[in-house]
C-alpha cells in the first residue's frame, strides 16, 4: 500500500513534464492522451510507490498536480 | 478524460489553490515556463511561515512575472513597469504592520527599475523582493535584459548579446541589503525555505530565482524546452552558501553558483527613521500614524 | 468630518505659497509625502518633513519622481492620505503615475509649481504652460481635477479642497500653482480645526466576500477597501472588470474608461470653482488664472475707469473646464480676453467652449515674468472696439 497519492487536475496541465522528470520514486509518465487544449498531461504508473512527498506539487508551474500522504 | 489517481481522500486540496484566485485560472504562462514553480514555493513558504495572510501585500511590476500579483489571493498590486519598490515602499512605511513581497521579474527589477532596487536596498527598506529571472523580456517577446548572457540571441540581439551584465545578488549586497540568495526553479525546497526566511527576516531582503523561458529565451537559442533549462540547472549548479556574490556571475550554460550569500542585521529604514527622530526631537517626535489618518 | 487638530497650525501666519500649501495638506489630513528637489516647489516637502515628525507620519525624499508619484500611491491604498510636489520636468515624469491613479482610482494630490518651460527651461521664475500637460500628459483617456490659487492663503484654502475632491471622485487631483504664488509671501489665515471640513475615504461597508472594489455607487465611484484587512482585493492599471480583474474585452475597456470621465461631470459645470466679478454688465471678460489673474485685475480696473464695461472670470477648478458657463457668456458679451503665461492653452478651452458666439482675444507670455497689466488693458481696449 501506498503512503500518499497524488492528484492531477488534468485540464490545467500544459505537459511540461517537471513532475515525471523530478518524481523521486518515479510514480509518474507522460499520458499519450491529450487533454482539451492539446496536452499530455501525467498519469500514475506506479502508484505504490508515490510517498506523497509533494514534490510534483512544488515543481507544477501549472498547479494541476499534487501529491499527500494518506492519514494514517 | 477522468484523472488517472488512486484513492483521493475526499476533500483533497491542492496547497496552492487557498493562496490563489482560482477563478483566474488557467494562468497565462506558457508550457515550462518556471513562474508558477517559484508561485509553488512561495505559497508553501507563506503556510510554514505562519504569517497572517492579510497582512501580507504583495506588489508586481510590468511582465511575465508581474502577473502574480494578480493570481495571488492576497491584497495584490499591480503596479506600472520598474515601480513595484517604490509604491511597495510607499505602502510599508504607512503602515508597517504589513509584510510587503515585491514579486517582479529581472526587466522590470533591473533594467527599468534599477534605480530603485538600488535604492531601498541601500536604505534597508523592510521589503522582500523576488525576482524572477529569465533573462530576458518575455512578455513583450524576447528582448535583451540586463541579465541577458553574451552570445544569447534575442529579439534586440539578432546577432547576440554582447553587453556585460548585472550579477544581481552581487548588485543587492553592494547596495546593501539584509539577506541575498539565489536558487532556481530546480530547487524548489531551497526556495521555499528562503522565502520563509526572509518572512521572518526585518530590513531588505532579495532572492534571485532562475526560471526557465522556453518560447523566448531557449527558443531562440536552440536550448529545448522547460524541462531541458530545469536539466540544466540541476546538473550545472553549485550550492555554495555564503559565496562571495562577486564570484557568482552568470553565464549561458557555465555553472551556476546557487546558495544564501548574505544573511545579516543591520537596522532597517523606520528603526533609523525612529532613532534619528528621538535624538533629535525627544519627547516631541510622534510616531507615524500614517494610516489612521482617515 | 472636521480637520484632525494634530496638522493644523490655526492662527494668523505671514507665510509663501509653498508653505502655506504644506499647511494645507497637514490640514487636510495628508501624513505622508514622497518628493524630489526640484525648483520652485521643494518648499512644500522641506517643510513637511521639518513638521511630520511632531505630527505623526512619514516624509521621504525618493530617489526620484517616478518614484515619489507611486509611493503616494502605495502609501494610499495602505490607509494614508498622500501627496507630491514638483515642477515641470519632474512633473513630465510624473505624467504615467497621473495615469495609474487615474486608471486605479486612487485619491491622491499632485502639486505643480510651474515654473517655464520646455525642459529644464526657467527654473526660479514663473510660467503656467503645464496646464494642457496636467490635464492630457498621461497616456489614454481619464480624467483629472486641476485647482488654481492665486494666493499663498488659497495655496492652503485649496490645497485642503484639493484632498477632498480626491477623496470624494477618488481622481488625482493636480494643484496648479506658479513660481510666484508660491513664492509669494502674504498673510494666511488658518481657521481652527472644527472650521475645516474634510472629506473623509469612504471605505466600503460590505464584507469581504461581496466587496467588488470597482463596483460604482449611484455617483460612479467605487468604494475603497484597506489593505490589511482581509479584503484581498486586486489592483491593477490594466483595464479590469468590477472585480478589479484584468479583462481585455472592448466592452470593459468601454465601460470602465467612460465611467472614469464620467463620474466628473458634477464638478464640470455646477460646482466648479471660480471667481467673478461685473459679468452682469460686461462686453469683455477676461478669463485668467493663478498669478496672471492678479495682474488682469488691474487690468480690469484700468479699462473700467475708461468706461469699458469688463469683467472677472477667474478659473479656479480648469479642469474639468467649466465649458457651459463659458458658453452662456459667450452668448451676450462681446468678447473674451485669456491673459496667460503660455502661447496659448486655456484659450483654446475658451475657443471650444464659446464657438464662434464671441470673440477670443489670446494674451499670450513665454514666461519668466508676469504680463504688464497695459498689455491686458490694451487687448481689453482693442476687444471692446
Redesign the interface.
Known amino acids: 500500500m501506498a503512503k500518499g497519492f497524488v492528484a492531477i487536475t488534468v485540464e490545467r496541465c500544459k505537459g511540461c513534464g517537471f513532475c515525471v522528470e523530478f518524481c523521486p520514486t518515479h510514480v509518474l509518465s507522460l499520458s499519450s492522451a491529450f487533454n482539451s487544449t492539446g496536452y499530455h498531461p501525467p498519469h500514475v504508473v506506479a502508484a505504490e510507490k508515490c510517498s506523497g512527498c509533494d514534490l510534483c506539487g512544488m515543481y507544477c508551474p501549472d498547479f494541476a498536480i499534487f501529491g499527500a500522504r494518506y492519514a494514517r | 478524460m477522468t484523472p488517472t489517481t488512486l484513492e483521493i481522500p475526499d476533500g483533497a486540496q491542492n496547497p496552492v489553490e487557498p493562496f490563489l484566485r482560482m477563478d483566474r485560472m488557467p494562468h497565462i504562462w506558457c508550457p515550462g515556463c518556471g513562474i508558477g514553480t517559484t508561485v509553488n514555493c512561495f505559497t508553501r513558504a507563506l503556510l510554514d511561515s505562519k504569517v497572517n495572510l492579510d497582512k501580507v501585500a504583495i506588489v508586481s511590476g510590468i511582465g511575465c512575472t508581474g502577473r502574480v500579483a494578480g493570481y495571488a489571493r492576497l491584497d495584490s498590486f499591480h503596479t506600472t513597469h520598474g515601480r513595484a519598490i517604490p509604491f511597495a515602499t510607499g505602502m510599508k512605511l504607512a503602515n508597517p504592520e504589513l509584510q510587503v513581497v515585491v514579486y517582479s521579474g529581472d526587466g522590470d527589477l533591473f533594467a527599468i527599475g534599477g534605480n530603485h532596487f538600488i535604492h531601498a536596498a541601500r536604505r534597508n527598506m523592510d521589503l522582500k523582493v523576488i525576482c524572477v529571472n529569465n533573462m530576458t523580456y518575455a512578455m513583450t517577446g524576447g528582448q535583451s535584459s540586463s541579465t541577458t548572457p553574451a552570445h544569447v540571441i534575442s529579439a534586440t540581439a539578432p546577432y547576440g548579446a554582447f553587453e556585460p551584465t548585472f550579477n544581481l545578488v552581487a548588485l543587492a549586497e553592494a547596495a546593501g541589503a539584509s539577506y541575498v540568495a539565489r536558487w532556481t526553479t530546480y530547487h524548489v525546497k531551497q526556495l521555499s525555505r528562503s522565502m520563509e526566511e526572509v518572512l521572518h527576516k526585518k530590513g531588505f531582503c532579495f532572492i534571485e530565482v532562475l526560471s526557465p523561458c522556453p518560447t523566448l529565451y531557449q527558443r531562440r537559442n536552440k536550448m529545448g524546452d522547460g524541462l531541458d533549462a530545469m536539466k540544466y540547472y540541476k546538473q550545472a549548479s553549485k550550492i555554495r552558501n555564503g559565496a562571495p556574490t562577486g564570484e557568482c556571475t552568470l553565464s549561458k550554460s557555465g555553472e551556476i553558483v546557487v546558495g544564501k550569500f548574505v544573511d545579516r542585521d543591520r537596522p532597517d529604514y523606520l528603526e533609523l527613521l525612529r532613532a534619528q527622530m528621538t535624538e533629535a526631537l525627544g519627547e516631541r517626535y510622534v510616531e507615524s500614524e500614517a494610516s489612521c489618518s482617515c | 468630518m472636521h480637520a484632525?487638530p494634530?496638522g493644523v497650525l490655526t492662527g494668523v501666519h505671514f507665510l509663501d505659497g509653498d508653505h502655506a500649501c504644506c499647511e494645507g495638506t497637514l490640514a487636510a489630513?495628508?501624513?505622508?509625502a514622497?518628493g524630489y528637489p526640484i525648483t520652485p516647489s521643494t518648499e512644500v516637502v522641506e517643510r513637511f518633513a521639518s513638521r511630520i515628525?511632531?505630527?505623526?507620519?512619514?516624509f521621504?525624499q525618493?530617489?526620484?519622481e517616478?518614484?515619489?508619484s507611486?509611493?503616494?500611491?502605495?502609501?494610499?491604498?495602505?490607509?494614508?492620505?498622500?501627496f507630491t510636489v514638483t515642477s515641470g520636468p519632474g512633473f513630465s515624469l510624473m505624467m504615467?503615475?497621473i495615469g495609474?491613479a487615474a486608471m486605479t482610482e486612487t485619491p491622491c494630490v499632485f502639486v505643480d509649481v510651474q515654473r517655464g518651460g520646455p525642459s529644464t527651461g526657467l527654473p526660479t521664475l514663473p510660467g503656467q504652460a503645464d496646464m494642457m500637460q496636467a490635464r492630457w500628459g498621461s497616456h489614454g483617456d481619464y480624467g483629472i481635477i486641476a485647482l488654481c490659487p492665486n494666493s499663498p492663503q488659497e495655496c492652503f484654502d485649496l490645497t485642503i479642497q484639493a484632498f477632498n475632491l480626491s477623496?470624494e471622485f477618488r481622481v488625482p487631483v493636480m494643484m496648479m500653482m506658479d513660481e510666484c504664488v508660491g513664492h509669494m509671501t502674504e498673510k494666511v489665515v488658518i481657521p481652527e480645526p472644527d472650521q475645516i471640513e474634510?472629506t473623509?475615504?469612504r471605505y466600503t461597508k460590505l464584507p469581504p466576500e461581496e466587496y467588488r472594489p470597482f463596483e460604482p455607487r449611484e455617483d460612479l465611484v467605487p468604494d475603497m477597501a484597506?489593505?490589511?484587512?482581509?479584503?484581498?482585493?486586486?489592483?491593477?492599471?490594466?483595464t479590469h472588470d468590477e472585480r478589479g480583474?484584468?479583462n481585455m474585452s472592448v466592452e470593459t475597456q468601454d465601460r470602465l474608461v467612460r465611467r472614469l470621465l464620467a463620474k466628473l461631470n458634477p464638478l464640470a459645470n455646477g460646482r466648479s470653482l471660480c471667481e467673478t466679478e461685473n459679468l452682469e454688465d460686461a462686453d469683455v471678460v477676461v478669463v485668467s488664472y493663478g498669478i496672471t489673474s492678479r495682474v488682469a485685475q488691474r487690468a480690469i480696473q484700468l479699462a473700467r475707469s475708461r468706461g469699458i464695461r469688463a469683467g472677472k472670470f477667474r478659473l479656479i477648478t480648469a479642469w474639468p473646464f467649466p465649458a457651459e458657463r463659458i458658453r452662456e457668456l459667450a452668448g451676450r458679451v462681446k468678447a473674451f480676453v485669456v491673459p496667460e503665461l503660455n502661447l496659448g492653452q486655456m484659450v483654446l478651452e475658451v475657443e471650444r467652449a464659446a464657438a464662434g458666439q464671441a470673440k477670443v482675444i489670446p494674451v499670450s507670455h513665454a514666461g519668466g515674468t508676469v504680463h504688464n497689466p497695459d498689455t491686458i488693458l490694451n487687448a481689453i481696449v482693442e476687444a471692446a472696439r
Request: proline share 5%.
Open positions: 484632525d494634530k489630513g495628508a501624513r505622508f514622497a515628525p511632531t505630527v505623526g507620519g512619514i521621504i525618493m530617489e526620484d517616478l518614484a515619489a507611486i509611493a503616494i500611491q502605495g502609501a494610499v491604498w495602505a490607509g494614508a492620505k498622500a504615467e503615475h495609474l477623496e474634510i473623509p475615504r484597506r489593505t490589511g484587512e482581509g479584503y484581498r482585493f486586486h489592483i491593477t492599471g490594466l480583474y484584468p
